[in-house]
């Protein structure tokens, strides 16, 4: 047996089952289904033949503390590129067609982040004409828990610079105006294409 627990957590719109013997989890999100399959053996998770890596944020805290005590003030420039090169990577490999038109943009970023448990994204403002997008994420998993602090969500602007990257089809910044970790409500996003 690969599992021996049955664990089923529900939200308004979500469901997450550990089936017993078959080594799944599933996550129904609406009418739509997202299942994972646990091999315990290997130490591998899959779906629909993609990698998987579930983690807690405090593993991504820790990462972002230790870049932070080893490197000082270079710790935001290295959490952005490598942000910017995993938003990037995942557009392009998740993705077979990017659309540029608003709810194209706001499923990819639910996929990207809500639906991931990064938070809950909002697109506040888009501009595919400007090359522009301002975004919200409430309980974003790098600030969650933290208060008091100075802006924590450079791996996730870095992130979203990539992934917008992709969807204007030109080099973008990503700038965090507000953060949860300073005890503001949410964290707020402004994505801008760059001039060349």
């Not at 779906?47 to 890596?53: D, G, V």
């Not at 790098?142 to 008091?148: D, E």
């Amino acid at each position: 047996m690969l599992i021996d627990s049955l664990l089923i957590l529900s939200s308004r719109n979500l469901n997450l089952r550990l089936l017993k013997t078959m080594g799944k989890v599933q996550i129904v999100e609406k009418s739509r289904i997202f299942q994972l399959q646990v091999d315990i053996e290997n130490g591998r998770i899959t779906s629909e033949n993609k990698e998987w890596i579930l983690s807690q944020p405090l593993f991504f805290q820790a990462l972002n503390d230790g870049i932070e005590k080893s490197f000082g003030s270079g710790a935001r420039v290295i959490c952005m590129v490598a942000g910017k090169n995993a938003g990037r990577r995942i557009v392009e490999a998740n993705n077979k067609e990017i659309g540029s038109d608003r709810r194209n943009v706001l499923t990819i970023l639910e996929k990207l982040f809500t639906w991931m448990g990064w938070g809950k994204i909002q697109l506040e403002d888009y501009s595919e004409k400007s090359r522009k997008a301002i975004i919200r994420i409430k309980n974003s998993a790098m600030a969650r828990g933290i208060r008091n602090s100075s802006q924590k969500c450079h791996l996730i602007a870095g992130c979203l610079a990539g992934v917008f990257t992709k969807i204007f089809g030109v080099e973008t910044s990503c700038i965090e105006t507000n953060c949860a970790a300073k005890g503001d409500p949410y964290c707020r996003f402004i994505v801008k294409g760059v001039k060349s």
